[in-house]
């Protein structure tokens, strides 16, 4: 056990397992079948992300061409069910309050993050192929000190003894404001919980000693937030930092479909259920430019990911030709490279050949154009060329 320069604690410990080589393939075979599984889960999964993106893309299309722009200082019966954009200031009553600690403040959202000083467990592994097709595997456990808002299940540790985590005494907590005002408006929680709470909120030492008397902890207030433990310089397993977050009163932006004096989700024809609520004053097309630019870059995160779950599934389908040339662990690892690549070259056809088709049933209008520009372009290209061919043999002296 060591201590590292952060001044938390470090342990780790190795084991080193065998598998034969008869093991390794029965485990590869096994592996086809996940392979195949995960080929034909991911193709389906890209299908749907195409399905979800123009359906996204459609609905939010519909909604700027119908959004309504309303005044926040009076409610009008006759914008009742339509989809309507309202900005203006948003202001409450009463403070939130986390009556366990004894923190309030006046926010449209308060939160509570707790984070545990306690032990993680993390491995790594280095696989070394023996002559005759064996894989012999060391893996090293480190357990490292650290803080996290979640708990570790420290009985799930390869080795729990002398790593064992606490049970975190506090929780996460929010509280979101009841009586909120915008205009005549009367936003409800549903609203205000879509308001992010990225403003931090400081609590002071008198804050800190009458929750101590009152819940009998050794509590401070360190650096804006309550610290529970003996030493914050010093931290022991089972401390606690317990830190506020705030959405402020101010100016908010929210698009939806009124209901009376509340708003609640727009249903458009187009599948989605639209309901956004930005801090600050914030236009309707900007809005929706932001939820387009959002649902884009999500639509591109999903591309990657079912591409990265379908090559895993080719490599594994083609695992068992590596394990087999293992016994030569030499061949075995050029055959290793050569499936790799023909893995990546599978994956490059297949998932845009997948998108190309989802395009073609979600987008028939774009895709028929996007083929037809595409043959047009190769069509081109092949008479261009082709002239100047005919260019470069042409009998010298010829006209």
């Known amino acids: 056990m060591s201590d590292d320069s952060s001044g938390s604690v470090t342990d780790s410990f190795t084991e080193t397992t065998t598998t034969s080589w008869l093991s390794r393939i029965g485990q590869s075979i096994l592996g086809v079948l996940i392979g195949i599984v995960l080929i034909i889960g991911s193709g389906v999964f890209l299908f749907w992300n195409e399905g979800r993106a123009v359906q996204t893309y459609r609905s939010l299309a519909e909604g700027a061409g119908s959004v309504v722009d ?3 200082g009076r409610v009008d019966p006759a914008n ?18 986390d009556t366990e600690f004894g923190v309030s403040s006046p926010a449209l959202r308060l939160v509570r993050s707790v984070e545990m000083y306690q032990w993680k467990e993390e491995s790594s592994t280095e696989t070394h192929k023996n002559l005759g097709g064996s894989e012999e595997k060391v893996t090293t456990y480190k357990y490292t000190q650290e803080w996290s808002d979640r708990r570790f299940d420290s009985a799930k540790f390869k080795r ?24 005549a408006f009367r936003p409800s929680e549903h609203v205000l919980h879509l308001l992010p709470a990225d403003d931090a909120l400081r609590v002071e ?13 050794k509590l401070q207030a360190v650096d804006g937030r309550f610290y529970a433990g003996a030493d914050p310089g010093s931290p022991h397993i089972g401390d606690l930092r317990i830190s506020y977050r705030i959405a402020r009163l101010g100016p908010a ?22 309901l956004m609520a930005k801090a600050g004053i914030v236009s309707a097309p900007d809005m929706f430019q932001a939820a387009k630019d959002e649902n884009r870059i999500l639509t591109w995160v999903l591309r990657i990911v079912g591409a990265v779950v379908m090559f895993i599934g080719f490599a594994l389908i083609f695992r068992p030709l590596v394990v087999v040339a293992d016994v030569v662990p030499f061949i075995g690892d050029v055959l290793g490279a050569g499936t790799g690549l023909a893995a990546l070259v599978l994956t490059l056809v297949a998932a845009p050949l997948v998108i190309g088709i989802a395009w073609f049933f979600y987008r028939p209008v774009i895709g028929i154009a996007v083929l037809l ?6 069509y081109g290209i092949k008479h261009v060329a082709g002239g100047r061919r005919m260019a470069a043999v042409k009998p010298a002296g010829a006209s």
Request: hydrophobic share 40%.
């Open 253 to 274: 932006s929210v698009i939806g479909r009124q209901s009376g004096s509340d708003f609640a989700e727009f249903q458009t024809h187009a599948g989605d259920r639209l």
């Open 205 to 217: 030492p008198d804050a800190a000693a009458k929750a101590a008397a009152r819940l009998g902890l």
């Open 80 to 97: 009742d069910g339509k989809l309507v954009h309202v900005s203006g200031e948003v202001k409450t009553t009463a403070p939130l309050s």
């Open 373 to 378: 520009g595409g043959l047009v372009l190769g």
């Open 160 to 183: 729990p003894d002398g790593h064992s985590n606490p049970q975190m005494r506090y929780a996460y907590f929010e509280a979101t404001a009841r009586d909120a005002a915008l205009g």
């Open 70 to 72: 309303i005044d926040a």
